[in-house]
């Protein structure tokens, strides 16, 4: 696991540990905001976070041993809360337009060079469910599209190949999101949330284009091997910071 | 949190596994040149690459065993012979194989590759000339490393023509006298004169230091037959063997040796209750070659008869020896020779002529000698003596032409075309060093790379009229396969070659092929 996560990891722990501090001094009640505080929930958030994705195919695995480290940026607008029987307040449901990016590197052969890299903008919704009043059980699911690179280097020649193409991505997580106020009825907070999600990208048909090769018309016509495709999809684990307001 | 970190380990549990031959390190055989065909041996994924030249070409991954160590094509290469050590099963992934010999048959839709266990990790293949039967054997290296014991002198004989058995392949250790095999050669297949069984078969004539052992290799469970060559005190190594499978003969040249050996394998007497025991027996005799012989020939002329040419740079002659008769005439040299060129080259065209050369003392003239008639006592035997201006270090003959090319420096820049039917020489100039070099199949052109410059080198020897053809690439190693196609690898470990059709093909005829040693790598 990268370090940037566990910064964020390490963040989480803090604001959990502040937010219990908030409430034993007379914050918000354990059990649930009061009745009315829905107005005081915030309506826009921006988030930042970092994530690591165990990549689940084999073909992934002939370029790299590593997780894929990225990281992202959402913008989330609350849409409407939905009453949920129990003694739980209503869930809030968002809709959020996020852009995350990730890369690899690995070895093969103890002679090649791979980098990985891809990235991805996608749109989708967000709930969050309050359990106590710093505390809110999430879940999402996004759909987008992105581009996904390969590269295969040659230690020794530093001759390398190329290929790139456009990905569907489809993504879907659950967390706990840490939201303490800083003041009573401010809808502003901090967020601090992590997610187990999955994400699933369509394949990218890798083809050994030469990446230093001049333009067709100056070169001798070519055929590309095939190397077969990349398939990005695993489960990911993110961890994130922001705010609501 | 605690939850949270328990997920990791079943996170990675997620991770798809890798396959342990994404770890080895890669060593990649070859380009090895077919018939229509250029094959390459990924030591780490375990495959045969064969890259088809045909119009489109096509790249073709054929698996085989687990790390190969050596790959020889058949005579006709139809075939590609490889070596796998195999491995034991001591991590992940590993599991146990026995060395074997894998024959692949390279044509598309070609019969699966068939795998002979041949129980010791050889490191050499010798192949009789009819692709029918397989020597592996230890170089003279020697075995590797791992593993307990090894036995230099064992030999793997592997009958191609059948499926792997019991009896099949045979191994055999050979008699030694503290020497090792430094080499074998197999005989093309000869019937032994006199014998009870007529049928033609092929004889392993393994060379070491001071022996020479002769082996039935059609069949390897007979008595092998040793032939001590050091009885006169001397040290003798075998070099080089030619035969005469009409008579059931073979010449060897050997250093240190005075003469050329003669080895005539007649018919002997089978000892009823020795069911290994040999029919024949190899009868010796040295020919009057005389001052060590540093080249041998052979040839048969218009009537089928069979000429052996021995040069001897100690006496400044060529010794001409009737492989029938053992009748020898000797042609004085101006020059101590150690090579001999016969043209025409091609082995199914009587030698008419013979070019020889000073290699060893890089004298500045070669020699032609008349082979027709040699034998006859009316026609006068001498040699002609051509000037070329510089010191020959490299002689070789064209195919299908009397045409030689002479190189006449270390740095291979410098070099001449020798016409042999006009004694001229044809400098050739503005050439880079000629690292790698290929004469079509017809000997229409000349080919020419150096790894300096993205260009190949076109001589068209009817003329000698130069043209180039400017690559994309640098070329590493260039081959003229038989079917007219020029194939010039580029030396990339990921794989790039260009495929040109022709000699007079142009770029746009020509096609690159790009990544084909990593194709499919992604695939499961």
Known sequence: MRASSLVALGLAAGALAHASAASADGGPSDTGPAAGAVDAEPRWGVRLWSSERWLGDASMAALTTDTLGGGGVAVERRLLALPVPGPFDDLAVSAELSFDAGSVDGTTFQQLDNHVSTWAISAGARARLPVLSWLQVQGRAALGAGRTTVRIADQMTGGAIEDRAATAVASSGVGLAVMPTLRRGSRFRFVLDAELGYQTTTSTGVRAYPEDRPAPELTIPASYATLGDVDLDGWTLRFGAGVAF | ?524
């Open chain 2, 1 to 524: 949190m605690r939850r949270t970190l328990a997920l990791l380990p079943l996170l990675v549990a997620c991770t798809a596994e890798r396959d342990p031959a994404f770890d080895r390190a890669r060593v990649v055989t070859g380009p090895v040149p077919l018939k229509d065909q250029v094959a390459y041996v990924d030591g780490a994924l375990d495959r045969v690459v064969v890259v088809d030249v045909a119009t489109p070409p096509a790249v073709r991954a054929i698996p085989i065993g687990r790390a190969p160590i050596w790959a020889s094509p058949t005579r006709d290469r139809d075939r590609l012979l490889v070596i796998t050590r195999g491995e034991e099963a001591l991590a992940r992934g590993q599991v146990d194989e026995e060395p074997h010999l894998w024959n692949v048959d390279v044509a598309p839709g070609g019969a699966a590759p068939v795998a002979y266990e041949i129980g010791s990790p050889f490191d050499r293949i010798a192949v009789s000339d009819d692709g029918t039967l397989a020597i592996a054997h230890f170089s003279a290296s020697g075995p590797d490393a791992e593993g307990f014991f090894r036995n230099p002198n064992e030999l793997a004989f592997v009958d191609l023509t059948r499926p792997p058995g019991p009896d099949n392949p045979v191994l055999k250790t050979l008699r030694s006298f503290s020497s090792t095999p430094e080499a074998i050669v197999l005989s093309p297949p000869m019937a032994i004169p006199g014998a009870e069984d007529p049928t033609p078969r092929v004889l392993a004539f393994v060379l070491a230091q001071n022996r020479i052992t002769v082996v039935d290799a059609t069949h390897p469970t007979r008595d092998e037959v040793t032939i001590r060559l050091d009885q006169a005190g001397a040290s003798v190594r075998p070099r080089e063997v030619v035969f005469a499978p009409n008579t059931a003969t073979a010449y060897v040249r050997s250093d240190g040796a005075r003469d050329v050996l003669e080895v005539v394998i007649g018919a002997d007497e089978v000892a009823p209750d020795n069911p290994s025991a040999n029919d024949y027996r190899p009868v010796l005799a040295e020919l009057g070659a005389g001052g060590g012989p540093a080249d041998i020939a052979v040839y048969d002329d218009v009537t089928g008869r069979r000429f052996v040419l021995a040069a001897t740079p100690g006496t400044r002659e060529v010794v001409v020896i009737d492989a029938d008769t053992a009748e020898f005439t000797r042609v004085a040299t101006p020059d101590p020779i150690d090579r001999i060129v016969l043209f025409p080259a091609d082995s199914d065209e009587p030698a008419r002529k013979a070019v020889l050369a000073s290699i060893g003392s890089q004298l500045s003239r070669v020699h032609v000698l008349e082979l027709e008639g040699i034998d006859e006592d009316l026609i006068p035997r001498a040699v002609e003596s051509i000037e070329v201006g510089e010191p020959v270090m490299a002689i070789e003959p064209v195919p299908g032409r009397e045409l030689a090319m002479l190189v006449h420096d270390d740095q291979r820049t410098v070099l001449g075309l020798l016409d042999v039917a006009y004694g001229s020489v044809s400098p050739l100039q503005g050439v880079g060093r000629l690292d790698d070099y290929a004469f079509t199949p017809g000997g229409d052109f000349l080919v020419a790379a150096t790894p300096d410059l993205a260009r190949l080198g076109f001589l068209q020897l009817d003329n000698l009229h130069p043209t180039d053809l400017r690559l994309d690439d640098v070329p590493a190693r260039v081959f003229a396969l038989p079917g007219g196609s020029i194939f010039v690898d580029h030396g990339d470990p990921l794989g790039r070659a260009t495929l040109i059709p022709s000699a007079e093909a142009t770029r746009d005829d020509s096609v690159v092929l790009s990544g084909f040693l990593l194709a499919g790598m992604l695939e499961d």
